[in-house]
């Protein structure tokens, strides 16, 4: 696939008008070469099993990264230093006989791997990116140019995010697992220990701190009244499960994107892998671009607002899973009502309340519909390469409230869950569009 898509594009190069040596303006000029970038991205992250939440971290400092380099050359666009939280000023760069576009990529590129694994995950298409400046006659002092450009933008987007408490969070104390009724515990199949309970205190990029937006409590556990809120929620779950449409499971496998699935079929388990959510709404930024015949610098901020509400929406979410620690459907149900009850989708590792898919669903919504307008009709075709068919959508925010069903058609959240999580998650990405001035 990487073969074919390098030879289609190097090909292109010779059947494009205009004299040879504009060849590699015109192909660096083209926006869907950004969006094949983001999504050589979404192949590592998905290739080397990185859980949603720092899925998120990568996919916003990459953006960052190409969003500052392309402002340099376009003054449509000013950067972020000094809006987004603890980014200082970036030295003065010699911007003479850059590329911006090509640079853009190549900051990227070198953020990406440099916050994923293993080391070097995406120089094999760096060095397909160059060969499409060479077989577009882009001058050797201007390659040069763009490349400086490109390192020093990216080493201070790096020495930056360093600063993000990341690091001190892989050896902090793991989630504590006790006996007490409706708290979180591990759930089939795989039983893993509870994810990235500390991401709360990972640096927020525009949210005052992690808790700027306290949902509010969730219904209290309460099994014993059939009367009880709580215990309302678990039946409607359950039943719901019970009795799903074809089109209700379509929504549910639609918007799964659990990253990595353990499947069990008899004694054997193995692993299989999809789009995290984050790598689902790049896709939809993708998607929304071409349609919008977005060029390449809008393009690019389209990724890096969207990028930026999801990581902030991700904090805000976990903030309160660990602060709630509530069980997860599968467990209640199990325990209280039928211990062979299974939810349509496998329960992700961590607690229940509030649900992260609706949270950053709706916050990338807000950022998108922010760029290219309200009552945008797309169709998102994210999921046709893991064998689910297409779903239309006449918003953004439509797309978000079909996240909320889905969650629950697939028994993993509560429906309370999802209408508060897409309640909150609008308000992060709200601050986000508020606060950011990044178009002029």
């Known amino acids: ?63 960052i990264a190409a969003y500052e380099t392309m402002a340099l050359g376009d003054a449509r666009f000013q950067s972020l230093a000094g809006q987004i939280k603890h980014l200082p000023a970036f030295p003065k760069q010699d911007t003479a006989n850059v590329n911006f576009n090509y640079a853009a990529l190549l900051a990227f590129c070198k953020v990406g791997q440099a916050v994923t694994f293993p080391e070097g995950s995406m120089r094999e298409y760096v060095g397909r990116l160059d060969s499409i400046a060479d077989a577009g006659n882009m001058p ?16 201070h987007i790096l020495r930056w995010s360093k600063k993000d408490h990341y690091g001190q969070t892989r050896t902090a104390e793991k989630y504590n697992v006790t006996d007490e009724e409706g708290r979180w515990v591990p759930t089939p199949p795989s039983y893993s220990q509870a994810l990235e309970p500390h991401w709360a205190e990972i640096r927020t990029l525009v949210m005052d701190s992690a808790n700027q937006f306290i949902p509010p409590r969730p219904p209290v556990f309460d099994m014993k009244n059939k009367e009880s809120k709580y215990y309302k929620e678990v039946l409607a779950i359950k039943n719901a499960g019970d009795s799903l449409s074809d089109e209700q499971k379509h929504i549910a496998e639609f918007w799964d994107d659990l990253g990595t699935r353990m499947n069990v079929e008899g004694h054997v388990m193995f692993v299989t892998k999809k789009f995290s959510p984050v790598g ?14 977005a060029d390449f610098s809008t393009t690019v901020y389209a990724y890096a607002k969207t990028a930026i509400a999801v990581f902030d929406a991700f904090i805000q979410c976990w903030d309160e899973k660990y602060r709630s620690n509530t069980a997860r459907p599968e467990t209640i149900i199990n325990k209280y009502i039928d211990d062979e009850w299974r939810p349509y989708l496998q329960t992700p590792p961590f607690p229940e309340y509030t649900c992260g898919h609706s949270t950053v669903s709706s916050s990338a919504a807000e950022a998108l519909t922010n760029v290219f307008g309200d009552n945008f009709n797309y169709t998102d075709t994210s999921e046709l390469e893991f064998g689910i068919k297409n779903r239309s959508f006449t918003s953004f925010r439509q797309a978000a409230v079909e996240n909320n069903w889905a969650r629950f058609y697939g028994g993993i959240h509560y429906h309370n869950s999802c209408l508060i999580s897409t309640e909150y998650g609008k308000k992060v990405g709200a601050l986000i569009n508020e606060r950011l001035k990044m178009k002029k």
Not at 32 to 48: A, D, G, I, P, Y
Not at 140 to 155: F, P, Q, R, T, Y
């Open 1 to 63: 696939m990487r073969r074919n898509i390098t030879a289609i594009l190097l090909s292109a190069l010779f059947f494009l008008p205009g004299c040879k040596e504009k060849q590699y303006k015109n192909n660096f000029n083209d926006p869907l070469l950004f969006s094949k970038t983001v999504k050589e991205l979404n192949n590592v992250v998905r290739q080397n099993n990185f859980p949603p939440i720092i899925a998120s971290r990568n996919y916003a400092y990459a953006c």
């Open 140 to 155: 050797a002092s201007m390659k040069k140019a763009s490349k400086v450009l490109a390192d020093s933008v990216a080493s």
């Open 280 to 293: 689902h709404w790049m896709n939809i930024v993708g998607i929304a671009a071409k349609q919008a015949g």
